[in-house]
Nanobody
């Protein structure tokens, strides 16, 4: 069994900051790429940022310069530091990780989501 547990969402005013965390637990050999996605009400899910196992990062154009993704392999956690938040950043944020597990190989896993609301 594998779990990705997100935390850190909430309500913040425009221009504010939040830090999301996502911790992996369970039985697996290794974690590959990790990332954050979001889905706003009535919209498709979109990629926010990813970080590879070699720490190479990738960002959506809409968050470049404002969001920073990082990972700590020692504690199997990926973070998303969100600064200069805008109302259009309001969405449910989901953690994703590629995990290598016995018998099933490398598969993507998702967290349950955490809500971020940017409003005055």
């Amino acid at each position: 069994q594998v779990q990705l547990v997100e935390s850190g969402g909430g309500l913040v005013q425009p221009g504010g900051s939040l830090r999301l965390s996502c911790a992996a637990s369970g039985t697996f050999f290794s974690i590959g790429d990790m990332g954050w996605y979001r889905r706003a009400l009535g919209k498709e899910r979109e990629l926010v940022a990813t970080v590879a196992s070699n720490y190479v990062t990738n960002y959506a154009d809409s968050v470049k310069g404002r969001f920073t993704i990082s990972r700590d392999n020692a504690v199997k956690t990926v973070y998303l530091q969100m600064n200069s938040l805008k109302p259009e950043d309001t969405a449910s944020y989901y953690c994703n990780a590629l995990m290598n597990r016995a018998y099933v190989g490398v598969q993507p896993y998702w967290g349950q989501g955490t809500q971020v609301t940017v409003s005055s």
